[in-house]
Every structure is written in C-alpha cells, then in structure tokens.
C-alpha cells in the first residue's frame, strides 16, 4: 500500500524553514492539552480495569486463567501495531490518524462497556488497544514537531508529558476504584466515550495537518511478525502459571515468540520500507532511552496489580479506597516531572534518567518489606512516593531523549517506539511477574499448609517485587552507559 503524501495546508504545516524565519505555532499550548488529555486516556486504559477486574470477572464469569486477558489484550494490540501505527501517521497525516484514533477508541470503549461476556470483552479491549496504536504515536509526533525549535518550551511540553506517561497508570488505578464502587466497573470504559468525542472536536479546531514528504510502503510483515511474537512470547509467560516453566507448552510459545521476533529484526534489516528502521534504535541516546524505559515499565507496572490486591485482599480495603490510596503516587510524579522540566537543560539526560531509575528500584525494594499485618503508612505509602518522585524524574528525561534528532520523515516511528516500550513492557512485566508471584505462592502453600494463604499471597506479591526492583536497576544501569551525560540538542540533525 502505497501513500503520497501531497501539500497540506495547516498551522504546523511541515516546510523547510530557518532558524530566523521560525514562528511559534500560537496555538502550541491548546496542542499541548490536547495531546496530554488524549495520552493520559491511553496511557491509563492500561490500568484502569485493574481494581475493576474482580468485579467484571464476577459479571461475566471469567475464569482465573483468563481474566488476564482484560489488560493484555488491551496492552499487546496496542504495543504490537504501535509501529505500523507511528507509520501511518507519518504518512497518512498526523491530525487526520489522531481523529481516527480517537474515535475509534471511543466505539471500542462503549463496546467493551456494553459487553455480555468475557470474549466480547477481551475482543473490544484488543479494538481500543488497535485505535490506540494510531492514536498515541501522532499525538506524540505533533508535540514532537510543535514543540521542535526552543529547548525551554520543548523541556515544558515533555515535563507535561512525562507526568501523563509517568503517573496515567496510578490515575487508572484511583479512577477505577471510584467508578467501580460508585458506578459500575462498566463506566471505566464508558468514560472514554466523551472524553475521547471532545479531544477530537478540540483536534479539528486547533491541530494543523502535517506529513512526511515522499511515499512509502506500509511494513505488514513486519507488524505481523512483531505482534505475533509478543503474543506468543506473553501467552507463554501465562501458561507457566498453571504447567510451570518446564511444560512443553511454556517452553514452546516462549520459543516461538522469541524466534518469531527475531524474524522481525531481520526483516527490518532487510526491507527497503522497515516498519522499525534501525537508524532509530541504533542512534545511542535513542536506543539507550528505548531500552532504560522498557525495563523500568517491566519492573513497576505489576505493582500496581499486586498492591491493588494487597489493599483489598490483605488490607480489606474498598476498591474506592483502595483507588484512593494511590492517590499520592500520582501526585508524586506531577511534582517530579515539574522539578525534571527545569533540571533537565542543566543537568543532562543521564542524570536525571538514571537517578529517577534508582529511585523507582528502591521504592520497589521497600515494598517487598509488606507483610499481612503491616500499615500502609509505614510500608507503603514512603514507598509510592519515592518510587513516584524517580518515575517523574525518569519519564520526563526518557520521553524528550527518546525522540532527540529524529528527522521529520521518523517522528511519528520514533514516537511509536517510545509508546511500545511502555505497552509492550506492561504486557512483558504483568505476564511475567504475575506468573513469578503466582510459583511463588503456591510454593509457599506446599511448604506452609493451606491456612496460612494471606502469607502466602503476600509472600508471593513480595517476591515478584523483588524481581521487579532488579530488572528497574537494570535500567539504571543502561542509562547509565548509554546515555549521553550533556543536554542534547532537541533540532539536531538526524543520527
């Protein structure tokens, strides 16, 4: 499929301009919101069924083994089309794939509202998962290419959103509690519908249409490919809760994904319109960012499941409360990513990515302290806050580094990338340390005995933790190594 991208007319109309003939689009900042109301409503989809699950799997019947499913869906359509998505909206026009996406998101929401069993469910999650997947990369491409000629405006625009991309899931988390017990779990769902409506009339107002110049050929090998081995890669996580690590099953749907997206690199390498071109990831601050923000959001999106079930299973919290009780969190990284938008210019990327990861690995680390009789002001309510103060500091210096350099042709990719690091790692980490906590729990109830299962459940959620802390620190590690210690220069050319 070919797309020619023609003249478009346009407030940020893309067109060769100097430095001196540059005017700021006046429209930027009513971009800006645009862009951050449309981001935090994808951003927490991922987590705003979390504490609404065991009420929609009381609903519909959904067993345990499935009910998984109401976030992978959601999160593995959205991290496997994420990079076809970003190259339609290079090519296809970035305010016209954004509308698209924002609709579509909101029939999938009222679909997914209005379901009468799990498959109808699990299947308008995958939908809102897809229109997301055109929707996240040009929201982030259009603040890309606003907000590309003055550093200090550009350090604001990702201050705001890396505390979206940062804090969006602990928002989930606080809403669908509070929908969950005052209206229905339903409503999580069904709040997108207006939200979504009014983003794209405010899109159709105040966005001007841009594209890439020239044509291309739409990669669907490749989004087959990379889909296709994401699902096989988590379906396997899955299968090792009930078979173990060892089971035939496991070990082949591992397999498969892993070889699967190893087709996928090659055939990037080797076609002539990669839906991934490697010069993206390759480009050392780039891929470094990639990689530091895959780990972080490997290691910390679990938590939110198993401390959402600690509050309501261990500390008999309500869902409302147990929302509630986030609600710090997200507070956190808002105050930290307004800190990280000044300290970013002065301090340079590394600094400020790798102590935000360091921070987020040792909020983690303290919470495997929880136990069955433990206060959440002591042993968790410290812990969301420096965990939330490093993401804030993190997000903000992982989103503007990651799309450094990017040439206009790439941004809405580049965009992509970044956007699949986050949904690609929240599938990765809830399969897989879902499964680590479950093994662990049911080790502990071998060796225990059936009566001590609060034990064993929170032996299991601190295990699983533990892991988590370990794959954050990972992360410091490759921002410390890879990124560059300076500023880096947000109009540059492309690496």
Same mark, same amino acid.
């Given at each position: 499929?070919?797309?020619?991208?023609?003249?478009?007319?346009?407030?940020?109309?893309?067109?060769?301009?100097?430095?001196?003939?540059?005017?700021?689009?006046?429209?930027?900042?009513?971009?800006?919101?645009?862009?951050?109301?449309?981001?935090?409503?994808?951003?927490?989809?991922?987590?705003?069924?979390?504490?609404?699950?065991?009420?929609?799997?009381?609903?519909?019947?959904?067993?345990?083994?499935?009910?998984?499913?109401?976030?992978?869906?959601?999160?593995?359509?959205?991290?496997?089309?994420?990079?076809?998505?970003?190259?339609?909206?290079?090519?296809?026009? %970035?305010?016209?794939?954004?509308?698209?996406?924002?609709?579509?998101?909101?029939?999938?929401?009222?679909?997914?509202?209005?379901?009468?069993?799990?498959?109808?469910?699990?299947?308008?999650?995958?939908?809102?998962?897809?229109?997301?997947?055109?929707?996240?990369?040009?929201?982030?491409?259009?603040?890309?290419?606003?907000?590309?000629?003055?550093?200090?405006?550009?350090?604001?625009?990702?201050?705001?959103?890396?505390?979206?991309?940062?804090?969006?899931?602990?928002?989930?988390?606080?809403?669908?509690?509070?929908?969950?017990?005052?209206?229905?779990?339903?409503?999580?769902?069904?709040?997108?519908?207006?939200?979504?409506?009014?983003?794209?009339?405010?899109?159709?107002?105040?966005?001007?249409?841009?594209?890439?110049?020239?044509?291309?050929?739409?990669?669907?090998?490749?989004?087959?490919?990379?889909?296709?081995?994401?699902?096989?890669?988590?379906?396997?996580?899955?299968?090792?809760?009930?078979?173990?690590?060892?089971?035939?099953?496991?070990?082949?749907?591992?397999?498969?994904?892993?070889?699967?997206?190893?087709?996928?690199?090659?055939?990037?390498?080797?076609?002539?319109?990669?839906?991934?071109?490697?010069?993206?990831?390759?480009?050392?601050?780039?891929?470094?960012?990639?990689?530091?923000?895959?780990?972080?959001?490997?290691?910390?999106?679990?938590?939110?499941?198993?401390?959402?079930?600690?509050?309501?299973?261990?500390?008999?919290?309500?869902?409302?409360?147990?929302?509630?009780?986030?609600?710090?969190?997200?507070?956190?990284?808002?105050?930290?990513?307004?800190?990280?938008?000044?300290?970013?210019?002065?301090?340079?990327?590394?600094?400020?990515?790798?102590?935000?990861?360091?921070?987020?690995?040792?909020?983690?680390?303290?919470?495997?302290?929880?136990?069955?009789?433990?206060?959440?002001?002591?042993?968790?309510?410290?812990?969301?806050?420096?965990?939330?103060?490093?993401?804030?500091?993190?997000?903000?210096?992982?989103?503007?580094?990651?799309?450094?350099?990017?040439?206009?042709?790439?941004?809405?990719?580049?965009?992509?990338?970044?956007?699949?690091?986050?949904?690609?790692?929240?599938?990765?980490?809830?399969?897989?340390?879902?499964?680590?906590?479950?093994?662990?729990?049911?080790?502990?109830?071998?060796?225990?005995?059936?009566?001590?299962?609060?034990?064993?459940?929170?032996?299991?959620?601190? %295990?699983?933790?533990?892991?988590?802390?370990?794959?954050?620190?990972?992360?410091?590690?490759?921002?410390?190594?890879?990124?560059?210690?300076?500023?880096?220069?947000?109009?540059?050319?492309?690496?």
């Amino acid at each position: 499929m070919d797309v020619e991208a023609g003249p478009v007319r346009g407030i940020n109309q893309t067109m060769p301009v100097t430095e001196a003939e540059f005017v700021p689009d006046p429209k930027r900042w009513l971009i800006l919101g645009v862009v951050v109301v449309a981001t935090l409503m994808v951003v927490l989809d991922a987590s705003i069924v979390t504490i609404a699950l065991p009420s929609a799997q009381r609903s519909l019947h959904i067993s345990v083994a499935n009910r998984q499913w109401v976030i992978t869906a959601y999160t593995l359509a959205f991290g496997g089309l994420l990079l076809l998505g970003g190259r339609i909206a290079d090519f296809g026009g %970035r305010r016209r794939v954004f509308i698209v996406g924002l609709v579509g998101f909101a029939a999938a929401s009222a679909l997914g509202g209005s379901a009468v069993n799990q498959w109808m469910l699990f299947g308008s999650r995958a939908v809102q998962g897809a229109f997301a997947a055109l929707m996240a990369p040009a929201a982030l491409s259009i603040l890309t290419t606003t907000f590309s000629h003055d550093a200090g405006e550009r350090a604001k625009a990702f201050g705001a959103y890396g505390a979206v991309s940062g804090g969006g899931a602990a928002v989930g988390v606080l809403l669908g509690g509070l929908l969950t017990q005052y209206a229905s779990w339903r409503w999580c769902l069904f709040i997108n519908v207006p939200i979504a409506l009014l983003a794209a009339v405010a899109a159709v107002r105040v966005i001007g249409e841009s594209r890439a110049a020239g044509t291309t050929r739409y990669d669907i090998p490749g989004a087959l490919l990379s889909t296709a081995g994401l699902v096989s890669l988590v379906y396997g996580f899955t299968k090792a809760v009930t078979e173990g690590w060892t089971a035939t099953t496991t070990l082949t749907l591992i397999s498969v994904g892993v070889v699967l997206l190893a087709a996928f690199v090659v055939v990037e390498v080797r076609s002539a319109n990669p839906l991934l071109p490697m010069r993206i990831v390759l480009e050392r601050n780039r891929g470094g960012s990639y990689l530091a923000a895959t780990l972080l959001v490997v290691g910390i999106f679990a938590m939110f499941i198993f401390i959402s079930y600690y509050f309501q299973t261990i500390l008999g919290y309500s869902a409302a409360k147990a929302g509630v009780a986030f609600l710090p969190f997200a507070l956190g990284i808002v105050v930290a990513a307004g800190a990280a938008t000044n300290l970013l210019p002065k301090l340079g990327p590394r600094i400020s990515m790798t102590s935000g990861l360091v921070l987020a690995a040792l909020g983690l680390l303290g919470l495997t302290k929880i136990g069955v009789h433990t206060s959440y002001w002591t042993h968790v309510f410290p812990q969301l806050i420096v965990m939330s103060l490093g993401m804030g500091l993190a997000f903000t210096a992982l989103s503007s580094t990651s799309l450094t350099n990017v040439g206009e042709r790439d941004s809405g990719v580049a965009s992509a990338v970044l956007n699949a690091t986050q949904q690609v790692g929240a599938s990765l980490g809830a399969a897989l340390l879902n499964t680590i906590a479950a093994t662990a729990t049911a080790t502990y109830l071998a060796s225990h005995g059936p009566r001590l299962k609060e034990q064993a459940l929170v032996h299991g959620f601190t %295990r699983a933790l533990l892991v988590g802390a370990i794959i954050v620190t990972a992360g410091a590690l490759v921002s410390a190594a890879l990124v560059s210690a300076k500023a880096s220069n947000p109009t540059g050319p492309v690496a």
